[in-house]
Every structure is written in C-alpha cells, then in structure tokens.
C-alpha cells in the first residue's frame, strides 16, 4: 500500500500546497477543498492521519500550470493525436515532469510566472489546469484501481521545465474564445448532419448572409455533402433555428460550441470542472432561454451524480446575480450632481442631477411622465454594521442650501413608506407621495455601488469594544442618537495636557476630595475588566463648597467637562438616567444637583441607586411585539447636591452602593481657577489611562494589588460592597499616580477610610430599632396608659390608641399600625421584623414575629418589641414613671 502521508509531506517540502481527496477518487475531502491547499507539515499530517488512504491533491497556479492529456475512446477523443498533430507545427514539448494518470492520460508539468485559468478543450482531448485548479498526483489511485506514477523522470531530482512561448499561446489564445470559424466538411456523416448543418447555417447567419442566401447555401451543402441527405423540411427547421440570432453575431455557432463543451464536462464525471468558472461561462453564453435552460438541467443532472449539487446550485446564483448586476450596471446612469462626497456612482435608470432625482415611466396608454424620488441631490456614503447589535444603517448624504449635510439611518427606515417621511424632519424632501419611489433609488443606488460605498463597523455608545474603547478606535463610525453625538463628540483633547495635569497634582496635595473625585474617574473604566458592579461617589453640603467644580475637575479626564457636555443635570427621568448610563458604559456619568429631583421620588433616592448600580435596564416590550434592546453599562455615577443619596431610613443596598462625602469646608483653595483650566484643558488622561489597561501583560501584573486594597479595608470594619468600591477608588489612583501624574502620593486607605460606612452604619436592623423608639417617644399618647386601679387613663377615651409599653420592657405595638407608618418611612415592614428577631429584639412567640395582645379588652395582633434596651445594649426607658403603666398578663402567643 503506497504511503500517500509521506508523498503529500514531499510535495509540501518542495513548496506545492496540497490536500486530501477520497482515497480513489477526487472529490476533497475537507470542508472548503481547493481552499485549503496548504504546505503546512502539521496540518497535512493531521489530515492523513484522519484519513490515511486519501489521493493527493496538488492545487496548481501559484507558478505552476499542467497540460492533461485525456484519452477517450467512447467519445473519440485522443488527446495524444491533437498534442502531435500541434507538435507537427510548432516543437515537441520539452522533458518536464510527467505523470501518467489512472486513466491512461498523462500531466505535463510546467512552471510559468504568468496568470493562466484552468481551460478545456484547448485542443481535443487537451484541457489545462492553471490558477484556480488542481490535480490527482503519484501514489494516488485512480477509481479504476491504477495508480498514477512518475514517468520518465523523479519528482525527487527534477523540477518543471519554463512554459513554452508557443504553448502559452496555445493556452491564452483559447481563453479569449478566439475560435476559428466554422468550416464545411466535404463529408457529413449520418450521425452528424443535425448539428453540422445548423452551425454551418449559424455561421452563415453570422457573417450576415440574408435568410434566403442561408436557406438556399444550407440546402445545398445537404445535398453535396451528406451521406444521407436529410428531407427539405428538416433543413428549414434547422436553418429557422439559425436564424433565431441576430445577425452579425454568431451566437448560433456559440451555443453550438457551448453545448459541445458542457457535454464533454457533464461526461467527464470531473467535479473540479463541473464547478468551474469557465462551466459557467458556457451555459450564460448560450442566449436562448430553453436551450440554456435545458444545459443548466444537464449540468445538475452530472452535480447530483457527484454529489456536489448544492455546491453547483450556489455557483449557479452567484453567476447569475454576477452577470445580471455586470449587466445592470452597463446599463445604468451615473450620478450628475455637483462636488458629491462620493464620485462616480451608478444609479441605474434614474436621472440624479442638482435640480432633482427622477425617472422616466411609461404609462399603460404609451405616455411617458417623470417619477420624482427628490427634488435635491441625495446619495449614500456610507454602510454601517452596529458591533453591538449587528444591525444596519446607512449614512445618506444631501444637498441643501448649497452645502452637503450627512445623516444616520436606519435600514428599517429606508424600507418603509411610513418611516422613511419621518426624514423630511431632518431636511430631506420626502413625503407620502414620492416616498415609494424614494426607497426604490436608495435600493438601486446601494446595489449598483456596493464595491464604491464604504462599508464600516459601528457602535452607539461609548466604553469597551473587546479590548478597544469608544471613541478611542480607528475605523469605527458612530451611528448613535443625533441627541448623543454632541457628548460623543465631546470626548476629545483640548488646550494643554501639562496645564491639566500641573493644576491636578496641586489639587491632589491639598483637597483629599479632589483627589477622590479623580480616583473616582479612572476607577470607571476598570468596572468592566475588574467584572464589579457600578457605584456612587455622591458629593454632598451646602452652596459654595465646590462640588459642581469637583465633577468638572472628574469630567475633565475624558474631555470637555461643561455642562450639557460631559457634565449632566440630575434632573432626569429613571428611564432617561438608564439610557445615559448605558450611552457612557464605561466612561463616568456625571451628575449635577440632586435637589433637582427631589419632589420626583418622594424625598428619597434608593430607587435610583439600586436601579443604576445594578447595571443593567429592565425589560421592556415593544408595541410591535418582542423585547426592547436591553441597556447594560459599567462605570462609576459620579454626583452632588445639597443632601445625602441615603437617609437613615433607606435600605442596607442603597447605602452599600454609595460613597457619601459630605463637604463640611471648601474643596479647593480657588475654585474659579479650577473651574476655568479644567474647561480649556481637558480629555488628555482618560486615553493615556485606557492604552495603559489595554497591555494586558502589565494589567495583569498589578492586578493582585486590588485584592490587598479589598482586605485593608474590609478589617477597618467596612462592608464588602464599601470596601469593593473603595478598593476600586485605591486600585484606579494607584494606577493614575503613577501613568498619569508621577507624583508618587497615591490615595490612601487612610485618607478613604472615612468616607465608607462601616457595617455598624448599614445595619439595619439597628437603624430600624432607633426609629421605633423614636417614634414611640413621640407618640406616647397614642400608647395605652393604666390607672393604678387597672382601668384606662380616662382622658384617653377619644384617642386612637397604638399600643401600650409594658412593665417587661417591651411595647406592644399594633402591626398593622407600626407596618403603615414604618413603610412611610422607607423601611420594609417584614424585613425590619425578620432583622429584629435575628437580634432578639422581639418577644418569644412561638416562632412567629407578631402575637396576640389584649387592648381595650380585644385580642389584636401585635409586635412586641424590646424597648427598654438599645440593640447594642444600652439602657433606656420610655416612661417618666416605671409604675404609670400596668402590665395585662392576658397577651398570649
């Protein structure tokens, strides 16, 4: 059995890319054969090892062509007397390699450095394999059980002689279809008198002989001719037939040679031509309708016997919309309008000049009138792929008032009648009555210039791409909100980065605040490659302390620092806050006076935290079904106004996700100096800061040192969630003190550390306590008194009572009452009672947190809550007098 392994690792070692096919066959054997010819060593094994018995495939071109000569005595085919016959007039073709193939043909070998197509039929019985092509070489077996072998000389010793002049032009003058005209035999045999006849009669149309001459000239080559003549109304059906063809052109004699060929390949029972560019070529040469689909029949006819008619059925479309866009573009108009951004666009049937886009159409009684698509030029510049979404968009670009205007739409828009007017709102002549023919231009035009209009990805919002940042990447357009480029655009460098950066060290010797705000900052774009979740650093205090200028000093990292730049009002709805988290992704979003807000939520801002740091939107459905596109953002929210974001009474979360600084004295020693330079220097340190997290190498290096930040504060006493973001807060300046401002004074854990809330803080089960007895204090009246005589204080008889406060030092409060009042004030009824039995806050009953309690002589659900101690163990007392009250031992579990 030969070793194809070790032939096919020869071949690769001499620089000819090979690949496997089936093991007595020549059909490829992977996925994209011919595609994958390859020299790799590796690879070549691996293939032989899955199938060790597989021929070799060698790909020719690439320096390289093979004259196959093909021997086939069913068909009278000898390729051996045509290469004689050739030989005879010019030379005998020089020693080279040869192969003798299975089939009892032979392979000439040649190398050549010039571009050659695989041909058939340069001469009968001769084809050639060129660019494009391959062969089955030595050990291969043919299906016949012969092997193909080496003749005359090694592949070992021997390379390829240089391709002969003359042979060259053997194989060029063929490729150009340059055929020698039809000649009449002097005799025509039986079997051949249909087709001899009917090309002499194309021929003759071809030269542009009038019908009668044909008629009569074919008539009398029948009778001179044939062995057999055939009868006169057979000769006039094969002439009429002729005739079909313009005159001139000698299609006739075309189709004849077209027809002969596809036979020849249909009988070849050789995949590689079957699929061969030059196939197709012949069957779109044949002009007639049925005939040409009669061959396509016989062309899937030989695929489905190779098992390869999926892979002819996709040639075939992309032939066909090949030549039918060739064609349509041959055809079409060219753009006429005035210094257009793109020149040179085809648009087909339309007539596109400065005073308007139109075509001319007929109507069904014979007059022509003007379809309008625009009364002004419009053209597209630009094809848009979203990287996040993988949908479409197009730039258009159009003149109006003399200047071109550009505009970003989406595909959706371009094809819907209703939609596209909505562009008439951003200056575009488009309305009901020539929106249909509106869409129709943009579709002709697009697909008559695909190879002209630049097709480029996208992204609608800012942050990390991978390992690339918006807007930092080359070659990415934005195709966002129109509302949203002004911010997109406003991540940019200006003024002076040493000015920037001079002011910046200076602040971050003498304002801990500042230098929070900056930490704070860079920490934003670490959000996503650290995988933590989003938080707040929310500056708080009276006026004038300098919070609006601490959010530009952040702001002015990425860029222009202004607000309604990159400095944004607070005051904005839930959902809109969502979508500017989600536009920024990784880039901080700041947010300025909080107060702005405060009558929208009630006075309280959880619902805003837990929303915005939980990093992603809601679900929200579309009116035509299915889901909205959801937000997602990574980054630091970086805000102040006059108030905390959390209040004694808001959740354990709310105050896990926020670092508060209250601001108690001025930030800045002159914020006015501050404020001006950071909005005329600005946008240099948030690029420096990125190229520097994209050396993964380095990154990764100091990546430990985050965890040794996380460990430092979490013994200080903080929770998890504070000491995640202040470790972030350490992480982001170690980071900046060092790439950024070289000054070698990185933030502390020691100047952050009491700005987190420890776990004493958060606790709210304590929190909860201290409001209930709070509350208690200040509505003793609505508890119930008792006389020393075991009867109610009587001026309590037309007061609502609440509950009474025992002897054992517990109160006894009505739930539903305490559950009213205590969900006004933000805490959460059940959790607070679940949190007060963990602390053993409540009275024992049975497991549950309420019991039953008699008041006013009624049995009524009640908590019974420890009020003569705080949860840390300190001793107090509701009561002026301990004996005012008298305890009712009725209460039960």
């Known amino acids: 059995m030969p070793n194809f392994l070790t032939s096919a690792l020869k071949f690769a070692r001499g620089g000819f890319p090979v690949f ?46 093979v004259l196959d000569i093909d021997v086939d005595a069913d068909r009278g085919v000898d390729g051996y007397d045509s290469l004689r016959l050739w030989e005879s007039e010019f030379e005998a073709l020089p020693e080279t390699w040869m192969v003798l193939t299975g089939g009892g043909g032979i392979h000439y070998y040649f190398k050549t450095d010039k571009e050659i197509r695989n041909r058939t039929g340069v001469l009968p019985g001769v084809d050639v394999r060129g660019d494009g092509g391959y062969v089955i070489v030595p050990p291969s077996i043919h299906p016949n059980g012969r092997a193909y072998e080496w003749e005359a000389v090694s592949f070992d010793y021997k390379v390829p002689v240089p391709l002969p002049e003359d042979l060259y032009a053997l194989m060029v003058n063929n490729s150009t279809r340059d055929h020698p005209k039809f000649e009449l ?65 000698d299609q006739a004699a075309t189709t004849a040679e077209s027809k002969d060929t596809l036979k020849k390949v249909a009988e070849a029972e050789d995949v590689e031509r079957l699929l061969s560019r030059e196939t197709f070529d012949h069957i779109f040469a044949i002009k007639d309708p049925f005939e040409r689909e009669k061959q396509i029949a016989k062309m899937k006819a030989a695929a489905r016997s190779l098992k390869v008619t999926q892979s002819f059925n996709n040639l075939l479309r992309a032939h066909q919309k090949e030549r039918a866009m060739a064609k349509k573009q041959a055809e079409s108009q060219d753009i006429q309008f005035t210094d257009p951004p793109i020149k040179g666009l085809k648009c087909g049937e339309w007539i596109a000049e400065d005073s308007g886009i139109y075509r001319c159409v007929e109507k069904n009684s014979g007059d022509a009138f003007k379809e309008y698509a625009c009364s002004h030029p419009v053209i597209i510049t630009e094809r848009l792929c979203n990287i996040d979404t993988e949908t479409e968009k197009l730039t258009l670009a159009f003149l109006k008032d003399d200047k071109w205007q550009t505009l970003i739409v989406e595909r959706s828009t371009l094809a819907s009648r209703t939609k596209v007017i909505e562009l008439a709102d951003r200056g575009i002549a488009v309305n009901s009555e020539n929106a249909k023919a509106f869409i129709r231009y943009l579709a002709d035009l697009e697909s008559l210039n695909l190879d ?27 195709d966002g909100d129109a509302k949203n480029r002004e911010i997109f655009e406003a991540v940019t460098e200006a003024g002076d980065y040493e000015t920037w950066k001079t002011l910046c060290q200076s602040i971050r010797q003498t304002s801990v605040i500042g230098k929070i705000m900056l930490a704070a900052s860079f920490a934003s774009c670490l959000i996503e ?83 915005l740091c939980e990093g992603q939107g809601k679900i929200r459905g579309l009116k035509a079904g299915g889901i909205e596109r959801m937000n997602r953002w990574k980054n630091v929210f970086l805000s102040s106004g006059e108030q905390p974001l ?24 002159n914020a006015r100096t501050v404020a001006d330079t950071v909005q005329g220097n600005y946008g240099f340190a948030g690029k420096r800061f990125v ?42 300046d170690m980071i900046a003190a060092d790439m950024i401002f070289e000054d070698g004074a990185p933030l502390t854990v020691e100047e952050l550390g009491p700005f987190l ?48 406060v025992e002897r054992d030092g517990y109160t006894s409060i009505i739930g539903s009452r305490l559950a009213e009042d205590i969900e006004k004030a933000g805490f959460s009824y059940r959790a607070v009672l679940s949190a007060l039995a963990d602390r053993d806050a409540l009275a024992p009953s049975g497991g549950k947190n309420t019991c039953t309690v008699r008041i006013n002589g009624c049995p009524v659900r009640c908590v019974r809550i420890k009020t003569n101690q705080t949860l840390d163990g300190e001793q107090i007392s509701l009561l002026d007098d301990p004996d005012f009250y ?8």
């Open 20 to 65: 496997p096919v089936a093991a007595r066959g020549k059909a490829p054997l992977t996925e994209n054969g011919l595609k994958d010819a390859t020299t790799d060593e590796r690879q070549i094994n691996r293939w032989w090892s899955k199938w060790p018995d597989a021929n070799i495939a060698m790909a020719t071109g690439h320096g390289m062509v």
């Open 452 to 478: 002209k209009i630049p097709a480029y990805q996208s992204i609608d919002r800012m942050g990390w791409i991978g390992t690339a940042f918006s807007p930092y990447v080359k070659d990415i357009r934005f």
């Open 185 to 249: 035999p002097e005799r025509i045999p039986e079997g051949e008198r249909n087709d001899t006849l009917f090309r002499y009669a194309a021929s003759l149309q071809g030269k542009g002989r009038t019908d009668f001459e044909i008629m009569a000239i074919v008539q009398a080559a029948n009778d001179q001719c044939c062995d057999v003549p055939l009868k006169p109304g057979e000769v006039e059906t094969l002439v009429n037939s002729a005739l079909r063809y313009d005159k001139g052109e």
């Open 886 to 893: 008298e305890l009712d031992d009725t209460h039960t579990a």
């Open 757 to 804: 809330t420890t776990r004493e803080e958060i606790d709210v089960a304590a929190r909860a306590h201290a409001w209930i007895l709070a509350w208690i204090a200040s509505n003793q009246f609505h508890f119930q008194k008792m006389g020393m005589d075991g009867r109610p204080d009587p001026m309590q008889e037309n007061i609502a009572i609440w509950g009474r």
């Open 529 to 611: 490659p650290m995988a933590k979740l989003p938080f707040f650093v929310h500056l708080w205090g009276g006026t004038e302390a300098g919070k609006t200028v601490a959010l530009m000093l952040a702001a002015s990292v990425w860029g222009n620092p202004a607000v309604g730049k990159l400095t944004r009002s607070f005051n904005a709805t839930l959902v809109g806050l969502e979508r500017a988290a989600a536009f920024n992704y990784a880039i901080p979003l700041v947010l300025d006076e909080l107060q702005t807000i405060k009558d929208s939520y009630g006075g309280g801002f959880d619902k805003i935290v837990y929303n």
């Open 646 to 669: 959390s209040s004694d009474t808001s959740g354990g979360g709310a105050k896990n996700r926020c670092v508060e600084i209250g601001c108690k004295t001025n930030i800045f020693e």
């Open 691 to 732: 190229q520097f997290l994209q050396n993964e190498a380095v990154f990764d290096l100091i990546r430990p040192q985050f965890d040794a930040f996380y460990d430092e504060l979490i013994k200080r006493g903080s929770t998890e969630k504070q000491c995640l973001a202040g470790a972030m807060l350490l992480f982001a």
